[in-house]
């Protein structure tokens, strides 16, 4: 059985950095997608970004483009946020998505896309 673990949340300041990182067990991965997303208090949840396990196919939500970086490590099965110039609007708890190889193209913006999710990491930015 798959299992996804975030780690790296915390408190930070506005202009600050922190990296998410999102260690996968349970595998192999080869082919899986893997995403980001986020859930602010009394909001949905929202994509932030998507990698495949192959390191390709990056894509991010406008709201982090340029900021955000996403990446894997394949040999320690392990996904990575790293998050620069964070802003409070980006306080959330963050969850990392994976989703088992498949024959069809499954948007990788969307929740239903993913089959396996972690437990989140709380993200908070003061201002």
Do not use: H
């Not at 009394?42 to 390709?56: D, H, L, P, Y």
């Not at 990446?71 to 708890?93: G, H």
């Amino acid at each position: 059985q798959v299992q996804l673990v975030e780690s790296g949340g915390g408190l930070v300041q506005a202009g600050g950095s922190l990296r998410l990182s999102c260690a996968a067990s349970g595998g192999p991965f080869s082919g899986y997608g893997l995403g980001w997303f986020r859930q602010a208090p009394g909001k949905a949840r929202e994509f932030v970004a998507a990698i495949r396990w192959s390191g390709g196919s990056i894509v991010y939500a406008d709201s982090v483009k340029g900021r955000f970086t996403i990446s894997r490590d394949s040999a320690n099965n392990t996904m990575y946020l790293q998050m620069n110039s964070l802003k409070p609007e980006d306080t959330a708890v963050y969850f990392c998505a994976a989703e088992r190889p498949s024959l069809y193209y499954n948007d990788p913006n969307s929740q239903g896309t993913y089959d396996y999710w972690g437990q989140g990491t709380q993200v908070t930015v003061s201002s």
